[in-house]
């Protein structure tokens, strides 16, 4: 590896594996869940959204001081992990890294809620 040797960014490397025949889609990848006030299991949650799985977490059942927390907190993450958070009603959010959006397919997937 040279000194001026040019790294792979994500965008690029998400690209290739689009092209390779093992790929799996975004939408394929993608978790629901109605959560609940549980801390582990939002933890667990943002692990897999940090693994490659966009998240669609509805948040209706919760007392408003629990919302506004857990949306937070994976609102928080989704920017850590270089990614977009998209309002897909009052109370349902789609969590997802920018490249998960590269493959087209959840767009159509939110296009046809």
Not at 60 to 74: D, G, Q, R, S
Request: glycine share 4%; proline share 2%; aromatic share 10%.
């Amino acid at each position: 590896m040279g000194l001026f040797s040019r790294k792979n960014n994500d965008y690029e490397t998400a690209s290739k594996e689009l092209n390779a025949s093992k790929a799996t889609y975004a939408s394929e990848r993608l978790i629901m869940e109605q959560i609940k006030d549980d801390d582990e299991r939002a933890c667990e949650l943002v692990d897999k959204l940090k693994e490659g799985s966009p998240l669609i977490i509805n948040f209706e059942k919760l007392p408003l001081m629990a919302i506004n927390k857990l949306l937070a907190f994976f609102t928080g993450a989704c920017y850590a992990v270089d990614g977009n958070t998209i309002k897909i009603n009052e109370f349902t959010y789609l969590f997802a890294r920018k490249v998960d959006f590269l493959d087209g397919t959840l767009n159509n997937f939110i296009e046809k809620l």
